[in-house]
């Protein structure tokens, strides 16, 4: 047996249904779409969500609430118990370092290191931003920090 052997189901198929190409055919003349009205025409029809004339679903739903700041800046938050955790006393505490231990995963991400838990190391804190209780914690353990702005 070949490809060019296959043939599909006998009935399985059926040929399509050519309109406007003559009486004989059987759907000639108005090419099965009746005599006159709005669905004989070209582009006739009501169109998509149309109600009948009533209000569209679309148009009675009230539109979303509030405002969105498109410049909003989202910072990745870092608490203070997890620099514990992580840095061994004297290491410098940026971006690249997070990236490296697997705190944040991009370089280009903000961080802004909060003061959740106790810190008992020195660190070298060079992040974007920096909570008022993490950066008491952090110079009451003899670190500094050190903003990028």
């Known amino acids: 047996m070949q490809l060019n052997d296959l043939k599909p189901q ?22 099965g779409r009746g005599m006159n009205g709005q669905l004989s025409r070209s582009g006739g029809g009501k169109g998509r969500g149309f109600e009948g004339g009533q209000q569209p679903l679309a148009m009675r739903l009230p539109k979303l609430p509030g405002f969105i700041n498109h410049g909003r800046v989202e910072y990745a938050p870092v608490n203070v118990s997890r620099l514990e955790a992580l840095f061994e006393a004297g290491e410098t505490v940026d971006a690249e370092s997070l990236v490296a231990k697997g705190v944040i995963k991009h370089e280009f991400v903000p961080v802004k290191v909060l003061g959740d838990g106790e810190l008992t190391k020195s660190l070298i804190v060079k992040v974007d931003k920096v909570s008022a209780s993490a950066q008491a914690k952090i110079e009451a353990a003899g670190g500094k920090v050190e903003l990028a702005c």
């Open 10 to 31: 006998v009935g399985s198929t059926k040929n399509r249904k050519r309109v406007g190409r003559g009486n004989s055919s059987g759907h000639g003349t108005f090419s």
